[in-house]
């Protein structure tokens, strides 16, 4: 192939036939432009001669040039030669109905035709999506898209979180999530597009997940003097929106008096549900009920009042260093009771680039002698979640997750585990022999005592080999010398 760019100004896609007329193998090419471009066709002629004749032919078999005159009333065509063996058949403005194939014909021998497929593209264009909406928790959702254009299409899949576009390596109309739960819904992005073309063309489809509230409560116990108000707080995660209330004794508080019930919406599916009391004697101590139902079911969260000294904070698991493969979730476990406002808990990841909060503990701020401020530094990702008594979850694991994730208390130590993240399973025997206990001691102090034996029986053979071959070489000789005396005695005698 031989590309040729003849015109600064002009967009041009060239494509080159090598036309080996001694071989008289046919071809066949193909060129992709895109509307309003200019498409070039050379044909390379090795044998040159007056009587050589070099045509182009359209799809509809008509003739557009004969050697360097062109025979068509289209005047978007045209022939150029900027070499003696070359032939090109030039097309300006290229229309959607220039596509199809061209034949480069010689004459007057009857070669065998060379032809060219044109392509004129068409960007991409979605005509069709479906599958968004919302469903019940751990349902089959197949999102699916459907597009148009020329070339045709390949549909890519992609999914936003934290504001990236995340490739989910899948391609084809449809993409199906096989049980769906919070860290699987969220926005999915189709992506159409075609070889050679530039444009591409994008839908979005947002997928919502239906279940059952889920509270998390930030501290168990709250301590505060009589006649001074405090806040009790609880974290719902619930769609849809679902009846938010507080309860003490069998019935339901309300906002009134030296009670104020707020809600705020914290982040996706997940609400603040905040309960400010003014401790005005002793009943208002005790326990209290933070609940949440909707249709799919309900929970319930408890927190106690009191006006003792609290509890100290207890650490009841601690985070073990972990090796996960790609695609599976990692827990790492930081259990903690009697945690209040002043113990607070943050989870820390520091990766090879870079040291990053993931969850903090809510905090209590005063604003006024009626209200206080819960501060939440929560995780509203669904790439990571705190579950029961601050343990950390990170789903979906991939090597940007590796590092030291660290469990930090306030006025405790801080609680460190690495995560590792392997590629597939068959990576985990090699994990799993390097982490066997030592060898055993007592084990390698028999190994070296038979090992010193065997040397000493090697040792003691050789010594045996060596003292019999030395004594038969001496008999040896002392039977030489006795033959050599006895032989001269005789010699003797004869005389």
């Not at 301590?223 to 405090?230: A, R």
């Not at 930081?334 to 680039?353: G, K």
């Amino acid at each position: 192939m031989i590309t040729t760019d003849m015109y600064k100004d002009t967009l041009s896609v060239t494509v080159v036939f090598m036309l080996w007329l001694s071989r008289g193998v046919p071809s066949l090419q193909m060129v992709q432009v895109d509307v309003g471009e200019t498409a070039e066709l050379v044909c390379i002629v090795e044998i040159t001669g007056s009587n050589i004749v070099v045509e182009w032919y359209s799809k509809l078999d008509e003739l557009l040039t004969q050697n360097n005159e062109v025979k068509t009333q289209d005047r978007r065509f045209s022939i150029r030669r900027q070499y003696i063996k070359e032939w090109v058949l030039s097309i300006n403005n290229v229309r959607n109905s220039d596509a199809g194939k061209y034949e480069c014909r010689i004459g007057p021998v009857e070669y065998k035709p060379y032809s060219v497929e044109l392509i004129v593209s068409r960007p991409p264009e979605i005509t069709n999506t479906s599958g968004p909406g919302s469903y019940v928790l751990d349902s089959r959702v197949v999102l699916s898209c459907a597009a148009r254009g020329i070339p045709e299409p390949v549909i890519s899949w992609l999914r936003v979180e934290n504001h990236q576009l995340i490739d989910l390596n899948v391609k084809g109309n449809n993409y199906v999530i096989d049980s769906l739960n919070l860290s699987t819904a969220g926005v999915y992005e189709c992506h159409a597009l075609a070889r050679g073309v530039k444009q591409t063309a994008t839908a979005a489809l947002e997928v919502h997940v239906l279940f059952a509230p889920i509270i998390k409560v930030p501290y168990q116990e709250v301590l505060q003097e009589e006649g001074k108000w405090t806040q009790l707080s609880c974290l719902v995660t619930v769609n849809p929106k679902a009846d938010l209330y507080w309860m003490q004794n069998g019935r339901r508080i309300d906002s009134a008096g030296s009670y104020v019930v707020s809600s705020q919406e914290i982040g996706r599916y997940t609400h603040l549900l905040r309960l400010s009391i003014e401790i005005l004697s002793y009943s208002d101590y005790g326990e209290y009920q933070c609940l949440a139902e909707n249709e799919h079911g309900k929970d319930a969260g408890k927190i106690t009042l009191s006006g003792e000294q609290r509890k100290k904070a207890v650490v009841v698991s601690r985070p073990r260093d972990l090796m996960v493969t790609v695609g599976e979730d990692a827990l790492f476990n930081c259990s903690v009771l009697h945690l209040s406002a002043d113990d607070r808990l943050v989870w820390w990841h520091r990766s090879a680039n870079e040291t990053k909060k993931l969850f903090e503990s809510p905090s209590l701020k005063r604003t006024s002698k009626k209200t206080s401020e819960l501060t939440v530094n929560g995780l509203e990702t669904a790439k990571h979640d705190v579950i029961g008594q601050y343990n950390l979850l990170i789903r979906m694991v991939n090597f940007s997750d590796e590092g030291l994730y660290t469990c930090q208390i306030g006025g405790h130590e801080n609680l460190s585990a690495t995560l590792n993240v392997i590629v597939s399973k068959d990576s985990d025997t090699v994990c799993q022999e390097y982490h066997q206990e030592p060898f055993n001691l007592n084990t390698t102090l028999v190994v070296v005592c038979l090992v010193v034996i065997v040397l000493l029986l090697v040792t003691i053979v050789v010594i045996i080999l060596v003292c019999r071959f030395w004594a038969r070489r001496s008999r040896k000789d002392v039977e030489y010398t006795h033959s050599v005396q006895l032989n001269a005695k005789v010699v003797k005698i004869n005389q």
